[in-house]
Each structure stands twice: as structure tokens, then as C-alpha cells.
T-cell receptor, first 109, second 117 residues
Framework: SQQGEEDPQALSIQEGENATMNCSYK?????LQWYRQNSGRGLVHLIL?????REKHSGRLRVTLDTSKKSSSLLITASRAADTASYFC?????????FGAGTRLTVKP | GAVVSQHPSWVICKSGTSVKIECRSL??????MFWYRQFPKQSLMLMAT?????????EQGVEKDKFLINHASLTLSTLTVTSAHPEDSSFYIC?????????????FGSGTQLSVL
């Protein structure tokens, strides 16, 4: 099965700082997706990057993908307290997508 | 947009009873829906893939007779936890894939917190 592994497991920063989360996976992918989960809620799709893309932006989000290293990173710039949540990467391949343990981001006001 | 409604949001039941959780795609047709289980501060564990009009595909270690999944229409999938026990207490989440495209993003329900007494 295809599962992403996020790093770090937990990250605590001050409001206004940037937050970087990393994801590694093991096999080839069609695309890689990042999701966010607020405590006790479902997941919300943030961004999808295809295997032939290297970087993608969406608002304050920047995602990179390095297929040679089988890794991806999610950068949240100018973080806000409302960004506090768990973030999951989901590598997708052959109709199989699994979630890792996620990175728990805390943004302190 | 694409909205997935999951109901109920929380349920408390006695040990031995059955609980049904509904997952509806409100504004799109979902040929495939997924059911997950999540323990506190842990990842989502995929339980099964639900395909409209056919039997669900269960992940290894998930008892299909205990977790009954029915995907009767393109907008509704249900998960029934039969003869629930305290160890079944968990957060259950469904997701749906919009359209027929494989590999596109998923839309999630808001989850159901099940507590079995």
C-alpha cells in the first residue's frame, strides 16, 4: 500500500512564522495530495501536485515534489493561529491512497 | 463545491447494539466512497472502499461481518457497526471521490464519534 510519512510529528511556531512539513513515500505516484484536519473533524483537501510537477502554489501554501527523492514538502507562509491543525500527505498510486500519522501544527498567537 | 454530509456527528450506544452511520454526497455523484477509523492523535486507517452497486472491498484485518457497508446509490453509503463493543469506540470518517476520475481529490464528511458503553 502507498502511505506517506510526515515529518515532524509535531511543530509549534509563533504566528507570522513559516511552517514547513515534509512527507516521504516509498513507491511511484500519480500525484500527491495534502490535507488538513481540525481536531474532531473530517479532512479538508488543500492541494494536489501531479508527478510531473515540481512546485505548486495556492495562497499561502507552497508544495514541492521531488520524485527522485520520493519526498514532498508543504510550506505555510505567514502562519496564523487558525492554521493550527493536523496536516496529512497522501501519495496516490493505482487507485490507492493512504494517510500517514500527520504533522500536528500549533501556531501560537 | 462538493459537500459530503456524514450523520450522525456523534452517537452513544450500549454494548451489543448496532449503529448505522450515513455518508451522503450532496451535490455530486460518488461512485466510490471510503470509510476510515481514527484513534486520538493518530492517522486515518482505511477500513474499506465502497463502490456503488457492488460489494465493498475491506482492508486486511477489518471484519466485514462486523462493519457492514452498503453503497446503494451514487450519493449514499452507509456503515453499520454491528453488535458494538467498547473497543469499537472511535472516530469514523467517510470520504467520496467526485466524478469518475481516478486519483482526484477526496471530499470528507465531518466524522462520527462513536462511544460504546
Amino acid at each position: 500500500s502507498q502511505q506517506g510519512e510526515e515529518d515532524p510529528q509535531a511543530l509549534s511556531i509563533q504566528e507570522g512564522e513559516n511552517a514547513t512539513m515534509n512527507c516521504s513515500y516509498k513507491t511511484s505516484i500519480n500525484n500527491l495530495q495534502w490535507y488538513r484536519q481540525n481536531s474532531g473533524r473530517g479532512l479538508v483537501h488543500l492541494i494536489l501536485i501531479r508527478s510531473n510537477e515540481r512546485e505548486k502554489h495556492s495562497g499561502r501554501l507552497r508544495v514541492t515534489l521531488d520524485t527522485s527523492k520520493k519526498s514532498s514538502s508543504l510550506l505555510i507562509t505567514a502562519s496564523r493561529a487558525a492554521d493550527t491543525a493536523s496536516y496529512f500527505c497522501a501519495p496516490f498510486n493505482n487507485n490507492d491512497m493512504r494517510f500517514g500519522a500527520g504533522t500536528r501544527l500549533t501556531v501560537k498567537p | 463545491g462538493a459537500v459530503v454530509s456524514q450523520h450522525p456527528s456523534w452517537v452513544i450506544c450500549k454494548s451489543g447494539t448496532s449503529v448505522k452511520i450515513e455518508c451522503r454526497s450532496l451535490d455530486f455523484q460518488a461512485t466510490t466512497m471510503f470509510w476510515y477509523r481514527q484513534f486520538p492523535k493518530q492517522s486515518l486507517m482505511l477500513m474499506a472502499t465502497s463502490n456503488e452497486g457492488s460489494k465493498a472491498t475491506y482492508e486486511q484485518g477489518v471484519e466485514k461481518d462486523k462493519f457492514l457497508i452498503n453503497h446503494a446509490s451514487l450519493t449514499l453509503s452507509t456503515l453499520t457497526v454491528t453488535s458494538a463493543h467498547p473497543e469499537d469506540s472511535s472516530f469514523y470518517i467517510c470520504s467520496a471521490r467526485k466524478g469518475g476520475g481516478v486519483g482526484e481529490k477526496l471530499f470528507f464528511g465531518s466524522g462520527t464519534q462513536l462511544s460504546v458503553l
